[in-house]
């Protein structure tokens, strides 16, 4: 599903936190947004599902205006995993996930097998089927955080936003997350805070800072030792994994 940034600014001060973002993503693209703390990512990913609304210009989905479309309609298609989603500790597991249903039910619809088996799909593919009837209540942040993606995939989105997927993950699980969000053949798009998953994982990279496009493209593209000491104030530089041959990002303390 393709996404667009048409000239995107938004914020929460009279300082935007963006500003006259465009961008362009291709349906099945996974595009990580990165940058230092306080660079737009997040502000920039809650204009895609309706929890900021921009100050100016606007987020098309496919050809719908996410402002102007139905907010079921949203729903339906966009996938959200957001920081601090920990809600509803009362739930269990499995009925948390349960809620990713929900967008495609009628008012007085309960769901069906073919949703149940959805369900656990979802938490299978996770790694969450083992705690599925526990109370979030009782769960790690790590398994909670597995659980919240899980309901995003009972969804069934064309597109997945993810704000920091791998907060509270240990390194199996970020690597396991990650590739299987790469694996969906959906369109991602997800704020990273660590350079080597981004590089490893995403086919696109955006960095930001103080709110615009200081570079996109691919990883090759944007992770360059210009880029490293522009937008994050450090020394650095790519290498081929000596495993699997792919990107591994090294970074160091800014010389002068």
């Known amino acids: 599903m393709k996404l667009v940034f048409d000239g995107v600014t938004a914020g929460y001060t009279e300082v935007p936190a963006v500003h006259d973002v465009k961008l362009t993503i291709a349906a099945g693209e996974f595009v990580a947004v990165v940058g230092p703390n306080g660079s737009g990512k997040s502000t920039l990913l809650k204009t895609v599902y309706r929890a900021l609304r921009p100050r100016a210009g606007a987020v098309l989905l496919g050809e719908a205006d996410v402002w102007t479309a139905r907010h079921r309609d949203v729903a339906r298609r966009v996938g959200v995993l957001g920081q601090d989603q920990a809600g509803g500790y009362d739930f269990t597991a499995r009925e948390a996930v349960r809620l990713g249903r929900y967008p495609h039910l009628g008012a007085f619809d309960r769901l069906s097998v073919t949703d149940e088996a959805v369900v656990a799909d979802a938490l299978e ?16 942040g790590g398994e909670r955080q597995r659980v919240l993606l899980a309901r995003s995939l009972a969804q069934e989105p064309g597109l997945l936003v993810l704000d920091e997927p791998t907060n509270h993950l240990d390194p199996a699980h970020q690597i396991s997350v990650l590739s299987l969000v790469a694996s969906l053949g959906i369109t991602v798009v997800a704020a990273l805070h660590t350079l080597d998953l981004a590089a490893r994982h995403a086919t696109t990279i955006v960095a930001l800072k103080r709110g615009t496009i200081a570079a996109a493209g691919t990883p090759a593209e944007v992770l360059t030792p210009a880029v490293f000491r522009e937008v994050f104030e450090v020394d650095g530089s790519v290498v081929p994994d000596p495993v699997d041959g792919r990107p591994r990002v090294l970074l160091r303390e800014l010389s002068s």
């Open 125 to 140: 593919r996770t790694g969450a089927t083992a705690f599925a009837d526990r109370p979030l209540s009782t769960l790690s």
